[in-house]
């Protein structure tokens, strides 16, 4: 009898830990991570989009396990700087994210963006379902279709692996260093034509 008092008391605690798991879900959120050089820039930008819940620099597709920045920037990791987008595709599609990210960087210039150069800093998309992926494919075919570039996209469309966060001091790293050079100089035209580009997309302040 205390066999089975035992017995039904470990079913009932592993049926209340699927009801938590699947509170805890959630359904309504899809998760990309996407490559475009300097994930600085990357974070500005996709944090001002209506639908986008959270954006989180970090390392990925690379072969070393929890790198620092300092060993990414030497271009032996494999990794790329990367941002995580978590966003709800019933406010923003995977269409309209891609769109942006195909808009604000080169994705025809290999480990290149602009004067940073190295495999950290190549165009990117690692998806998480088939829906992203095939969707990435269309849009690629169709702006090489375009002409939109006199060359053809490099975009590396790879399924997503682990993802390294970056240093604390690299999270929203634009907004708390809007009088560094870089953020100047680079972060604030790039962010100017976005908003101009996509001003029905933007968050209302």
């Not at 060993?71 to 595709?89: F, K, M």
């Amino acid at each position: 009898m205390k066999c089975v008092k035992v017995k039904l008391s470990l079913t009932f605690m592993i049926f209340l830990g699927l009801i938590n798991a699947n509170a805890n879900a959630d359904p309504e959120n899809d998760t990309v991570i996407l490559a475009s050089g300097c994930f600085w820039c990357s974070e500005a930008i996709f944090q001002e989009l209506e639908g986008v819940n959270k954006v989180e620099s970090g390392y990925t597709g690379g072969h070393v396990k929890n790198p620092s920045y300092r060993e990414v920037c030497n271009d032996t990791t494999g990794h790329a700087e990367a941002v995580r987008i978590v966003y709800n595709p019933e406010v923003i599609s995977i269409t309209e994210l891609l769109k942006v990210f195909f808009m604000t960087h080169d994705p025809t210039t290999l480990n290149r963006q602009g004067t940073d150069t190295g495999t950290q800093y190549r165009s990117a998309i690692f998806y998480h379902n088939e829906d992203q992926k095939n969707t990435a494919e269309d849009i690629i075919r169709e702006l090489n279709a375009s002409g939109a570039w006199n060359d053809p996209i490099v975009t590396e469309l790879s399924p997503a692996g682990v993802f390294y966060p970056a240093e604390n001091y690299h999270k929203d790293y634009f907004n708390n260093n809007r009088s560094a050079a870089y953020c100047n100089f680079v972060i604030v035209p790039k962010l100017e034509k976005f908003k101009k580009v996509f001003r029905d997309k933007l968050k209302v302040e």
